[in-house]
Each structure stands twice: as C-alpha cells, then as structure tokens.
C-alpha cells in the first residue's frame, strides 16, 4: 500500500486496455502501476514492494505470457494476488487455483470487484 491505498499493477500489451482499465481501477480508489509485457512487470516488480495486486493479461507477446507472470508471483511474491484477463477461455489447474480470473468482454464493475476479492482475503 502507498499512503493507505491500494496498488494495482496493470500489465497488457494494448495501451488502450490499460488505459481503460487504469482509470477505471482508479475512479475507484486505487492506485495504478502500468507495464505492458510480463517482463516489464517482472522488473517492476522486482524493484517496487508497494505493489499489492496484480492485474494480468493472459496473452501477451514476449517470452512470458500472463500464466508464466502468474507462476512467476506464485514462486516468488506468493503475498501478491493475480487477477489473470482473458478473452479465452482458460483452465486454472494446479498452482493457479490460486489465482482469481476475470473474462472479456467485463464490466468496470466487474474489473474492481475481481481487484478487490484478493485484496479482502480472497484466496482460491
């Protein structure tokens, strides 16, 4: 948390997604990080301890997609939620009952709850 409020990073490789889901994210009192590939997200996360939620993509060019960010988080940050995005539908076997999924096409509605389910304890 930066100042008591909540920060979400945001990783999709189309800005116009992150950009939408940033303001929506942010009208609803987060604060927002954006990356637009795994490996930038990778890095940030890496560097910044603020960031609290993950909001992922599922496929994303670049050697790592959304599931590997995931499993990334999982081995290494397991403290941080993931909220995968995907317009495909998805199977969460194994380490990733863990995470929280959110389909496409969503409503803003739907994109804060999902971001705050695991912020309140959701876990599975």
Do not use: C
């Not at 999924?101 to 389910?117: S, T, W």
């Amino acid at each position: 948390m930066l100042g008591g409020r909540i920060v979400v990073l945001i990783v999709d490789d189309e800005a116009f997604i992150r950009m939408l889901m940033a303001a929506h994210l942010q009208e609803a009192g987060f604060d927002v990080v954006e990356a637009m590939n795994a490996t930038d997200a990778i890095d940030i996360l890496a560097h910044d301890v603020s960031i609290d939620v993950v909001v992922t993509d599922v496929v994303m060019p670049g050697p790592y997609d959304g599931l590997d960010l995931a499993r990334h988080l999982l081995q290494t940050r397991p403290e941080i939620p993931v909220v995968l995005v995907s317009g495909a539908g998805i199977r969460l076997d194994g380490d990733l009952r863990a995470v929280r999924y959110l389909a496409k096409p969503y409503e803003p509605r739907q994109l804060v709850a999902a971001v705050r389910g695991p912020v309140s304890g959701f876990v599975g």
